[in-house]
Structures are given as structure tokens and as C-alpha cells.
């Protein structure tokens, strides 16, 4: 999660835009120091953190795997009461009605989490197109090491050119977490993302120390009163922040960032 002008920090990014909303959202985020965490239905990529379980299991696999879960979950019952339910339960359904029921049940819960996305360059002119209203609005760069709070929390996305194969009996809950939520189809690869996901909280906004914000990074086509705004905003702060100015390369298709000079 290094950038390369960045070789003793671990850094992440967040692109924003100003335009509707968004500019009072933005604001939220240098003046009080919130940020937005999406349930995963409202991502633009109709294939992120959907759960798929590409196995079918034999009636055996069913009881048994339907025996775990009813030891875990009601630990008060016996073996005997156990096994009692699971042929009760097993006769009414079929295993692939199982499997739909548990992917239908894992897929409201990871509906149900908050997920922040960032990124590990701030100099990806997609990204700036895509995020930041076509390199009118701002980046964001927070000090992300492994021990800082919040921001240390982030993980790492995996792109491949397959959909994850998730074996609903063969892989632990962990590393089915780990398929839906942080692997994404290879198209992806240029945003470099990182994610942290709430467990706990769902979506919503989330408050982040604020000294964690290190600087803020103004688009190459980015209005002049726009940027006064922005700096009306960052005086308001109580830990100051550097102020830096993306601008083209020429000759080349790469930004190069420098610090804001008005």
C-alpha cells in the first residue's frame, strides 16, 4: 500500500469529486473527519461481493454439514437432538435447495456490511477520471501502516481472470470471506484497491483520527474557486495537512504531483 513517492510511509487514497452531494460530503470529510463506509449492493460492479458456491453436495455432505452448523449454533442440544433435527430438516429439502438457501442467507450479510474503498496510487488517470468528476476534484492520502487505527485495518483486493471457486465444505468461513469480499475480476486491476469492511457497524459514516489525513491532492482541471473552497475547509482543521497540485506530464500519459503553489 506504499506509493512510490512515498517509499517510508504506508499511504492509501480516496478520490472524491465536488459536484451535488457530493461537495457537502466532501466537506464532512476534511471538517469533521467522517467518512462513508457502502453496503456492497451499492457498488458499481455488479459482480463484487457476490456469493457464489460453485459445489453441490450429496445428501451425506448435507447432514453432515448441516450437523456442524446445529452444534454450533444451538449448543445447548445433544448429539442425539441433533441428529434427530437433521433428518427431520433433510427431508424437506434438497441439497441444492440448501446451497441457494445458504448463499440467499450469506449474501444478506455481506449486504449488510460497510465497506470503505481506497487505493494505493494517486496517480492513475482512470481513477481520477472515474472518481474525481474527470480530474475536477481531490485525492486524499492517510497514513495507512499496519498498526495505525482505522486505517491499518485496510485489506488488500485480489483481481483474477476466474470467478473465485468457493467450496461451501472445503473452505473455512475465513477464506470465504476472503473470495466474496476481496477478490475482483482482473478489469479491475488498475485501481489497486484496498478495503476496510465493518463487520460490525454496516454501512454508514465512520469517524477517523484525524491526524491520519496527510494530505490533499488537487485535480490537474480543477476549478480555482474550488480550490479556495477546499482550503477554506482545511483551516477549519485542527491538524494541518499538505496541499499538493496534480498536473500532466507532457509528453506522456502520467501525472506528476507537486506542492500547491496559489
Avoid at 5 to 13: I, P
Avoid at 18 to 38: A, C, M, N
Avoid at 98 to 104: D, G, L, M, S
Avoid at 216 to 229: N, T, Y
Wanted: with cysteine; glycine share 4%.
Amino acid at each position: 500500500m506504499t506509493n512510490s513517492s512515498e517509499e517510508s510511509q504506508m499511504v492509501l487514497y480516496r478520490f472524491r469529486h465536488l459536484l451535488g452531494p457530493h461537495r457537502e460530503w466532501t466537506k464532512d470529510i476534511l471538517t469533521q473527519s467522517v467518512l462513508y463506509f457502502s453496503s456492497p449492493s451499492e457498488f458499481n460492479d455488479p459482480f463484487d461481493c457476490k456469493v457464489y458456491y460453485r459445489n453441490r453436495l450429496s445428501v451425506e455432505h448435507l447432514k453432515e454439514y448441516y450437523f456442524s452448523l446445529l452444534r454450533q449454533k444451538f449448543p445447548h442440544l445433544n448429539r442425539e437432538q441433533c441428529k434427530t433435527k437433521v433428518a427431520q430438516d433433510t427431508k424437506r429439502i434438497t441439497p441444492e435447495e440448501f446451497i441457494a438457501k445458504v448463499t440467499e442467507g450469506m449474501q444478506t450479510s455481506a449486504n449488510e456490511l460497510g465497506i470503505l474503498s481506497l487505493s494505493a496510487t494517486s496517480t492513475n488517470i482512470l481513477l481520477w477520471s472515474h472518481y474525481a468528476a474527470s480530474h475536477t476534484g481531490i485525492c486524499l492520502k492517510f497514513l495507512a501502516e499496519s498498526t495505525t487505527p482505522f486505517f491499518g485495518l485496510a485489506q488488500q483486493v485480489n483481481y483474477k481472470e476466474d470467478y473465485p471457486e468457493v467450496d461451501l465444505l472445503a473452505h473455512s468461513p475465513d477464506d470465504q470471506v476472503q473470495s466474496f469480499l476481496l477478490t475482483k475480476a482482473i478489469d479491475w486491476a488498475y485501481e489497486e484497491e484496498w478495503r476496510i469492511i465493518g463487520h460490525n457497524k454496516g454501512s454508514g459514516p465512520k469517524f477517523f483520527p484525524e491526524e491520519f489525513l496527510l494530505e490533499v491532492i488537487f485535480g490537474a482541471r480543477m476549478k480555482q474557486e474550488d480550490k479556495e473552497e477546499v482550503l477554506s475547509w482545511l483551516s477549519k482543521r485542527n491538524k494541518p495537512v499538505q496541499v499538493s497540485q496534480a498536473s500532466l506530464s507532457p509528453g506522456s500519459f502520467s501525472l506528476k504531483i507537486e506542492p500547491y503553489r496559489p
